[in-house]
């Protein structure tokens, strides 16, 4: 079986209805399966997949996954997988057409791919906010890297919701760190980063644009409050992964006071505070990073 599609899911039953209906509409031609790794739903998911399954002929298996956490479910489905490439697709998330096509293509042009990331289109319950700086456009899970099929160079990365790996890069190294990526309701992260950082040692990662998802974005996350909240997971995120914590521990403590001290100078410039406030947020997430490893 040349492909395996992957969705982790938790209490989200009818967006899980919504990919797996995508699925069932792509144009790829041979044979491959669909594995929902329910992790601890307490919802109706069970019954949306087993109801999915009697709509098509594409195998979808329902596998339930008691511990929680991104990453262990993540882990669960290429341990469940027995397609030759994996293919991870946000329960929030729905498919183009040609996404398994395009994401199998290329991997079979060239043996040394050993991660593709997708274009991530946003799906906005309601607009876009104005106030949304470029540079964090990427938190909530935008991708557009490029126009054509280019290999990613580093630090460039792909993104949960639309990312795939060859299944052989498992036998030769771990799969998802456990103690990253989120667990309940909190936002840690960085556990492609982390795999991705490691498969690049051995393997090439690329990125097309022709494989497309698009990924919603709830109402409740369209505020700066959210924003900041995920901001500051993402600096715990980078201390937990990262190998120098004492580095960036010095760093942090030297950072926050100076950007304290930007946000009273650019007081009545309120992009300049947000953007200021925000490195305050993503420091003081790296601090407490760094001290939550040492507890």
């Given at each position: ?29 041979e ?11 307490t919802?109706?998911?069970?019954q ?9 002929t ?140 490691r ?30 909240r ?21 760093k ?5 006071p ?38």
């Amino acid at each position: 079986m040349k492909a395996t599609v992957a969705i982790c899911t938790h209490n989200r039953a009818a967006d899980v209805e919504e990919a797996l209906l995508s699925l069932m509409r792509q144009d790829f031609a041979e044979p491959f399966e669909v594995i929902v790794v329910d992790n601890r739903s307490t919802d109706h998911t069970k019954q949306v997949v087993q109801d999915a399954g009697r709509l098509t002929t594409i195998p979808i298996v329902y596998v339930y996954e008691e511990r929680l956490g991104l990453s262990v479910a993540r882990n669960r489905a290429i341990r469940e997988a027995r397609g030759d490439y994996i293919l991870f697709l946000d329960d929030d998330a729905v498919a183009c057409e040609g996404w398994i096509s395009g994401i199998v293509s290329l991997f079979e042009s060239d043996p040394r791919i050993g991660c593709i990331g997708g274009k991530i289109e946003p799906a906005w319950e309601g607009e876009e906010p104005n106030w949304l700086l470029p540079e964090n456009r990427t938190l909530y899970t935008i991708l557009d890297y490029a126009d054509e099929i280019v290999e990613m160079q580093k630090p460039a990365m792909p993104f949960g919701a639309n990312v795939s790996f060859r299944m052989s890069v498992f036998d030769a190294m771990k799969p998802f760190r456990e103690d990253l990526g989120r667990v309940g309701s909190n936002l840690l992260s960085s556990e492609e980063t982390e795999l991705i950082d490691r498969i690049r040692a051995s393997y090439t990662v690329y990125y097309t644009p022709y494989a497309w998802v698009r990924h919603k974005i709830p109402r409740s996350r369209i505020s700066r409050k959210w924003l900041l909240r995920r901001i500051y997971w993402q600096g715990v995120s980078k201390a937990v992964s990262s190998e120098r914590k004492a580095g960036l521990f010095l760093k942090s403590l030297l950072k926050v006071p100076v950007f304290a001290l930007l946000s009273v100078v650019f007081f009545f410039d309120r992009r300049r505070i947000f953007r200021n406030v925000s490195k305050i947020i993503y420091n003081n997430g790296l601090i407490n990073g760094v001290l939550r490893t040492y507890n």
